[in-house]
């Protein structure tokens, strides 16, 4: 039997929208909160939300919210009675959650010996086997294993996996024998070096499965519930951006098997509290076993819509003593929800993570729309942490009816100053194959994600209306003749121009009044038959064709951030002049994102051969290679092991080497 207990005060060991949306219940339910924050943090929004903040001085994780030791000093320094742990960071750590409980705090989450026992990827296999839930045959890698023997046992494609931690890191798929022992080998490298852990095992790869989760809650008198399902099976290196509840692939026959195996896993560890069981589900519908994880998810919202339930709430209700209340354990599905993830981050690069001031950050809420966010305007967006800005999410009759609102309200917010997924994810949510509930994790190989980034179809409108704002700007500020017209001239003239940037793509707008009329060119082709445009510095309306747009425009830094209709589009306007500083020596490798430099792999004079790694940088739990990009000699290495590094800043000069002549 448990003992009830009232919680009074609670520190949230955790920040950005997590730290938010925690504290937002603990504040309905009467609890007061306490916020952490490290140095990079100190003016966030949660920080602002809690009843009272500690600092955690530094930035990096490891020395602000990783230290369990800081965290519960600062609740006993705080009076705090409990810790939410939130997700990531010290979430899933068993010897976290015991210093918890040796300082008399409550930790608002699952046994120790829960979250140890599914530490292990291979002890919670083990363990679900003997619970009677489905695994995927699989081997563990020692000295002595025969890799070709369990192989063939196993079948291939096999996936190679770390036994401790996750996100792709230790983690190789292998299609034949021949690869295999130099994918274990890489992967041990790997694994040690991410998680102080080298061991690895085998398991049957299923190709494009559906990755399809069950949120699971267990109380302390020995109930556990399942909450039906997730699907989050559209990710990029191997995490979700996509999250729905119910799957469309799941019907009320396997919702209940799933529901059942779930069930079954939390009791065979004595779960308590939120927590969320993971399947693979093959294209048969069979479903495996992948994990168990023993915190609150990230898309936890899709079930708390779907559901009606406060997830958080429940949490903290168990973590009191209190048994599950008849709406958890008699929870029905109404309707379908569906979470996007807003990261901060440069899709046409690859998915390289981007940082920056947030100049205007507005996603509009209302009816069946949720934001949970932990940035407002003017947030600066910073290279230490997670690199996701927001989790907006719908909710409607219908899935067609959520992803359609959800799309909207992606595509009419207004983002200013970083670099976001933002057009992808509408991209997604409009793609037929997504709205026909074809979302396995082979969707963004079939997809290219460029692809379903671009602009749809209105640069041009953008440009020009880029060009008129900021020519309307001028003319606002103009000390003479105030009062004329904006672009009149008394004699016919050039045409005014300007060129900007989007991405890697230069365009150039000209424009001039005459007679009363605009005429607007962009890169050299007239903009539409007939061109009428209402100028101001924030708003342009044009009319092309017959069909009139507005655009509004916010200029910030040099670049112009256009919405309208048509999508939204940063243009960074050309210099007329170039900066003689701007151009760094031939041969230099320049950082490609803002971070920290993990390993640098030469020395100066050292030859090198073209695709050679050079630099390793890391920013927002990802790492980076900069490779040399011809075969040459390190003329110039600028960077040590720990240094900070900006955007386009030169780490090393490599010289060419030119192939020697043979005599013929």
């Known amino acids: 039997m448990s003992t009830q207990k009232t919680i009074q005060k609670l520190l949230v060991a955790n920040r950005g929208e997590i730290a938010a949306r925690v504290m937002r219940t603990a504040h309905r339910l009467g609890i007061a909160t306490v916020a952490l924050f490290s140095d990079p943090d100190a003016d966030a929004p949660h920080v602002q939300l809690a009843d009272e903040a500690v600092r955690l001085p530094g930035a ?55 979250i140890a026992s599914m530490g292990s990827k291979l002890e919670a296999k083990a363990l679900m086997e003997a619970a009677g839930v489905p695994v995927l045959p699989g081997a563990t890698v020692t000295d002595e294993t025969d890799l070709s023997v369990e192989a063939d046992r196993i079948g291939f494609p096999v996936l190679v996996k770390a036994a401790f931690g996750g996100g792709g890191r230790g983690m190789r798929i292998v299609h034949d ?60 290196r191997y995490q979700k951006i996509v999250e ?47 994990e168990v994880n023993t915190r609150l998810q990230v898309e936890h919202p899709v079930t708390e819509l779907v559901t009606g339930l406060d997830l958080v709430e429940q949490q903290l209700r168990v973590a009191e003593g209190a048994p599950l209340p008849p709406e958890v354990t008699g929870a029905t599905i109404t309707g379908h929800a569906i979470e996007v993830r807003l990261y901060a981050e440069d899709v046409a690069a690859g998915f390289l993570p981007a940082t920056g001031t947030l100049h205007s950050f507005a996603i509009p809420a209302g009816a069946g729309i949720r934001v949970d966010t932990g940035f407002v305007d003017g947030s600066v967006v910073s290279p230490h942490y997670d690199p996701m800005l927001a989790k907006v999410i719908a909710h409607g009759p219908t899935r067609t ?228 990009p011809v075969d040459g000699v390190v003329s110039e290495i600028h960077v040590a092991q720990g240094d900070q590094v900006d955007t386009g800043q030169v780490l090393a000069v490599v010289e060419e080497v030119a192939a020697e002549a043979t005599a013929g």
Request: proline fraction near 5%.
């Open 60 to 114: 990096a994780p490891s020395d602000t919210y990783l230290r369990a030791d800081l965290v519960i000093a600062a609740a006993q320094a705080t009076g705090a009675d409990a810790v939410h742990p939130g997700y990531g960071f010290l979430s899933e750590n068993a010897g976290f959650a015991r210093d918890c409980a040796a300082a008399g705090l409550t930790f608002v989450g699952p046994t120790p010996e829960a």
């Open 177 to 236: 024998a021949d690869s295999l022992r130099e994918a274990v080998d890489g992967a041990r490298r790997e694994a040690a070096s991410a998680f102080g852990d080298g061991t690895v095992f085998l398991e049957r790869y299923v190709v494009d499965p559906r990755h399809v989760e069950v949120q699971i809650l267990g109380d302390t008198h020995g109930d556990v519930v399942h909450l039906f399902e997730r699907e989050c099976s559209i990710q990029r």
């Open 244 to 290: 729905e509840s119910p799957s469309p692939a799941v019907d009320d026959a396997l919702r209940a098997e799933l529901g059942a195996a779930a069930v079954a896993a939390g009791k065979a560890i004595g779960y308590t509290g939120a927590g969320t069981v993971e399947f693979v589900l093959d294209q048969d519908g069979r479903f495996f076993f992948l």
């Open 401 to 628: 009816d959520a992803a359609r609102a959800l799309a909207r309200a992606l595509a009419t917010a207004r983002i200013h100053g970083v670099t976001t997924n933002r057009d992808l994810l509408v991209g997604i949510l409009r793609e037929p194959e997504f709205l026909a509930g074809g979302t396995d994790t082979g969707y963004l190989t079939r997809h290219d994600p460029a692809a379903l980034s671009a602009p749809a179809g209105g640069l041009a409108r953008h440009a020009a209306a880029a060009a008129l704002a900021a020519q309307a700007s001028n003319r606002a500020s103009a000390r003479v003749l105030a009062a004329v017209p904006s672009g009149w001239r008394n004699v016919g003239g050039a045409p005014q121009r300007v060129a900007y940037t989007v991405g890697d793509t230069e365009i150039e707008v000209s424009y001039r009044y005459r007679r009363g009329a605009l005429d607007v060119e962009v890169d050299g082709a007239r903009l539409g038959t007939a061109v009428v445009a209402t100028a101001g510095p924030e708003a342009v309306v044009l009319e092309v064709d017959g069909v009139r747009r507005r655009y509004s425009v916010v200029r910030a830094g040099g670049t112009s951030y256009v919405d309208g209709p048509d999508g939204s589009v940063a243009l960074a306007e050309v210099p007329r002049f170039a900066d003689p500083n701007a151009f760094a020596a031939a041969g230099s490798l320049l950082a490609p994102m803002p971070g920290g430099v993990v390993r640098v792999l030469a020395e100066a004079g050292a030859e090198v051969t073209a695709g050679q790694p050079l630099v390793v940088l890391e920013a927002m739990k990802m790492e980076h290679t900069v490779a040399a």
